[in-house]
């Protein structure tokens, strides 16, 4: 079963474009987080929220944007796509003060950056 | 730091017994996941520990040792659907959850 949702599945762009990605849990849930990896490789924290109108950079690096207007949504949109941005996004959600929720991945979408 | 380590690959045969070893250092520790994640797609959730011991869930066990930084998972009688990729991670100070690189399965017949 779906609870988190994430669009497009698929991307391909141009550099230099400006693109969002989509992210949306049907669980109430408070935390929700971006994860970036590439292939056979680890997840990188790229941003977190806590709850509405809170955001956070997570570990890595990136020139991506957030944003919490609503419990359920929480955006991704990278303002000018380059190559190094090729690789695979990872939304996630989870309960705010409960250590033994585990997080709920969406789907991801897979960015190619030409 | 923060860090967690875990193998890069591993092989096991069908029908076995195969266990996947963790180590991390967090800022703090409020527990302890495994997730399983085939090829192309998201991780899915296998296990918590957040307590010393053994918690087994059918096929699956996890084992956590807190005072050494030290977790396992346990996973018997293997089937080819186990081949995927196994995600260590750990519930630091508020509640970031920090992943592994994560090991690699291959079951073979």
């Known amino acids: 079963e779906a609870d988190i949702y994430q669009t497009p599945r698929y991307l391909v762009i141009g550099t230099g474009k400006k693109i969002t990605l989509e992210c949306s849990q049907t669980?109430?849930?408070?935390?929700m987080y971006w994860y970036q990896q590439d292939p056979g490789m680890e997840l990188h924290l790229i941003h977190y929220s806590y709850g509405v109108n809170s955001t956070e950079k997570g570990d890595l690096s990136s020139e991506s944007t957030v944003s919490r207007i609503r419990t359920e949504h929480f955006p991704l949109t990278l303002e000018s796509a380059r190559p190094s941005h090729t690789s695979q996004y990872l939304c996630a959600s989870g309960q705010e003060v409960l250590g033994n929720s585990p997080l709920h991945f969406g789907n991801g979408t897979r960015l190619t950056v030409t | 730091g923060q860090n967690i380590d875990q193998p890069t690959e591993m092989t096991a045969t069908e029908g076995a017994i195969v266990q996947i070893n963790c180590t991390y250092q967090t800022s703090g520790f409020n527990g302890l996941f495994w997730y399983q994640q085939h090829a192309g797609e998201a991780p899915t959730f296998l296990s918590y520990?957040?307590?010393?011991g053994l918690e087994e869930k059918g096929r699956f066990s996890s084992f956590l040792s807190r005072s050494k930084g030290y977790s396992y998972l346990l996973l018997k009688e293997l089937q080819m659907k186990d081949s995927a990729s196994y995600l260590c991670?750990?519930?630091?100070?508020?509640?970031?959850?920090?992943f592994g690189a994560g090991t690699r399965l291959f079951v073979k017949a």
């Open positions: 991670a750990a519930l630091g100070t508020g509640f970031k959850t920090i």
């Open positions: 669980m109430g849930h408070d935390k």
């Open positions: 520990n957040v307590l010393d």
